[in-house]
């Protein structure tokens, strides 16, 4: 029989329930384990490297200052890709390295997350264009072992406008389409740390580091404080890993020491319209003057990406300008038939990239390779890269911190492991209209769920015994079930409404109200799992509502500067948070 989640944590034996039983019980963990690693940072690479660490066999623990994937893992482009253009800059090795990873969240570790997507190359060039093209994406097609998605296809003007009617005629001579892949930046990421946690690893979210502790010259732990509550803990270990991205220096300079390198911040900015806004079988990649713009499939939208400029402000909230919103609508309007206007918007997100940043220009070029440093004893940083390559950092991290460790530590095994969920996808998959017989759903809302949770679909649907209404769509967000607002909260880590609307489940992007009409009716159940008073479901609406406001109009300021202003004058939901820490 399956426990109702009402007012207590289901599962509370089951290591990866990350609820609220869980989380006071890994708080006692923190303060009386002595772990091999701390890893500080739940970004996909925090992530990984605590479930890198925790399948070699070591006692790792994973603390985040807010929620899992709050910051750039959820703001990405949401694509598994090796880098179509990292190849013209000769970026063999990068672009090889993430294809392999492709290939493998495709087929082994994460087949329920992440799935092949198709884009046309629209060609301009008479003569040279497609065979210059058309070899690269033969390289692209080869060089990671990929055999999960179909290789390149040649497309002349009239196929490529059957396959992209919105493209205007005089936009290409030409097309040539080529698969990669795409997930759910943030679901993913939560998924990779809810498997460490099987596999052992404490996971705590709402801890942010405040300290360092040190015997003699080398750090041996942090101290770490509960942004909920404020109580503070010291968690001892014998080494440190710092995959906090674009706050590496911050933390650099709270251990003390100087960091191997520096990381800069540059904003992404991303605007999510509906899908028959541009009417397309698949999506594109378009060349800028500076770079590539990408028009990604995503569920019933699309997603239409990236800026790429220089963010000196806040690190927590970055604010997208009406001037990058624009930038996004000329690049894609310059080809399509049916203009863009800003009424077409349904969402909007900016994120940052933590790029190397050398000591000069010239090691700057280096940005999306990663670097590993032993910044000092027992504390190793790790920062560059790109979210596909998210596991490869992590094993690398591991291996830098190595030389801290009692004994040789195994090597690494991810490239085998399974996340949550993956085991027995397939088989539900062929399974789904009975599923959704048993249940009472339709096999399309099955296949949706098995796509969000894989095999861990049964856990979330227990949660609906004796409950038939969460099984009913969110008023005003109907792609989301009641039941999924309830499992972010017993199962997921969520604790806080902005964590259900903008990261567990999408909301927050999807939808023309950004989450505003529903925050409600979600901040009644995850209250219920987390025992809010109706005081504290009211400020977590308020919150949340000042969040959107503070949003929607730094996206009409004509500056960083005046956009950063506004949104940051919006409360957080982590009240406790202390910013910067010093």
Known sequence: MTESPRGSDAGTNNPAHLGPAKREESWQRLGKDTFDLVVIGGGVVGAGTALDAATRGLRVALVEARDLASGTSSRSSKLFHGGLRYLEQLEFGLVREALRERELMLTTIAPHLVKPVSFLYPLTHRVWERPYTAAGLLMYDTMGGSKSVPGQKHLTRAGALRMVPALKRDALIGGIRYYDAQSDDARHTMTVARTAAHYGAVVRTSTQVVGFLREADRISGVRVRDVEDGREVEIHANAVINCTGVWTDELQRLSGGRGRFRVRASKGVHIVVPRDRIVSESGMILRTE???????????????????????????????????????????????????????????????????????????????????????????????GKYTTYRVMAADAVDA???????????????????????GYHALVNQADHLAAEHGLHPYRVRHLLDRYGSLIHEVLALAVGRPELLKPIESAPDYLGVEVVYAASHEGALHLEDVLARRTRISIEYPHRGVDCAAQVAGLVGEVLGWSEEQKSREIEVYNARVQAERESQSQPSDAAADALRSAAPEARAGIIEPVT
């Open 290 to 384: 500076k770079s590539v713009l990408f028009v990604i499939p995503w569920r019933n939208h699309w997603i239409i990406g990236t800026t790429d400029t220089d963010w000196n402000l806040d690190l927590a909230h970055p604010a997208a300008t009406k001037h990058d919103i624009d930038y996004l609508l000329e690049h894609v309007n310059s080809v399509l038939a049916t203009p863009l206007t800003h009424d077409d918007i349904e969402g909007v997100y900016a994120g940052l990239r933590p790029l190397l940043a050398g000591e000069s220009e010239e090691s700057s070029k280096l940005s999306r390779e990663h670097a590993v440093a032993r910044v000092s004893p027992g504390l190793v940083a790790i920062a560059g």
């Open 401 to 423: 911190a190595a030389v801290d460790l009692p004994g040789r530590p195994q090597s690494s095994i991810t490239d085998k492991v399974p996340l949550l969920g993956a085991d």
